[in-house]
């Protein structure tokens, strides 16, 4: 009998036009290597599927309650407020992620979705069979799928195969990756990648390091590599306030990008935006969220220009 081979998602999106060219479906893989503070999916972080809460469906326990009680952990109780000022009266449930396992059981009776377990087993062939579904609007736009995350490549067996039935289907492919994966899975991926999104989120590594987890060496290095086997490239580089927004900085992308410039259709220049911070109440986690003000279009506009003159092809968003 066939292998089944699963990977673990927690979206699938159709109809996205930021995730490479034409109309795309993104599917998301969870689980990240990297901590980026400022990360807006940080739903994708944890590798295992979690419990999360939105506050925003709960119809709270006086009117529903139907979470109190289920808990074979006794995880779940009465609270006044659970992790965030919620600027009204009604009394929520409190969840104690410490006796919490991910079970499931209080998302099943959540009538509301309230709760919802975040991270869903899926075979290729359910996932190859969602996507085909989209190929009409691919053709027509000359779109196709993006794998991203999380990182997918920290799921290869999975990714892998998912490219490779794309590919047979004749949907075009990429890849929205970190870059901060063993070389071997990423070469593996790249017969059937026709592009790789492919993030550089701050050119010093030991501040890399400090902020983000993890060091830098390994992703300008696959990318390098990625460049030397003739794979194709959309770089983006999230503009982080205090972090890499600096004329100096800049100059270290400028660089870094020049050696690789033929192997890159787009840089793409992603300002740092709030939309995230309500993802990580639901989370229940006390995970902290970097917040501060975007950067500003005149400093957007001044390192575009900045890179053009690396005879880069530069947007912005
Ligand atoms: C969710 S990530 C998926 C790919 C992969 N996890 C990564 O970050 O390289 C998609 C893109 O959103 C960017 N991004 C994440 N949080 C952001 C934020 N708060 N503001 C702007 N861009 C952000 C990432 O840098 C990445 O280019
Ligand atoms: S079951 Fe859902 S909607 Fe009802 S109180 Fe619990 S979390 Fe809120
Ligand atoms: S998911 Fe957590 S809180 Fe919900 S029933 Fe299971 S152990 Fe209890
Ligand atoms: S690499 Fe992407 S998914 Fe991972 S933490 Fe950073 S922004 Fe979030």
Redesign the pocket.
Known sequence: MEKVITGKTYDIQGFSVQ?GPGIRTTV?LKG?P?D?P????PE?KEFSSELNWMSIRCIGIDDCGMCIGVCPNDAINRGLINHIELGDDIVYPHVDKSKCNDCGVCANVCKADALYICGVDQSVDEVVNRLIRDKPFFDESNGGVTI????CLCQPEFTIELLKKCKENQINTAI????FVKWQNIEKALPYSDLF???L?CMDSELHKKIIGVPNELILENARKIANKGGRFWI?I???PMLNDSKEHFEKYGEFLRDIKYNIDIV?L???????ISKYDRLLNNQKVFVSEPPNDKLMQARKEQLEGYGLKVRIH
């Not at 991203?148 to 990182?151: D, I, K, P, R, T």
């Open positions: 995730d998301f990240c990297l980026c400022w990360c807006h999916s994708s991203s995350g999380g990182e929205d990756t970190t870059g999104l492919y993030d989120k983006r999230p503009v982080i793409q992603l300002p740092y935006h709030k939309m995230g």
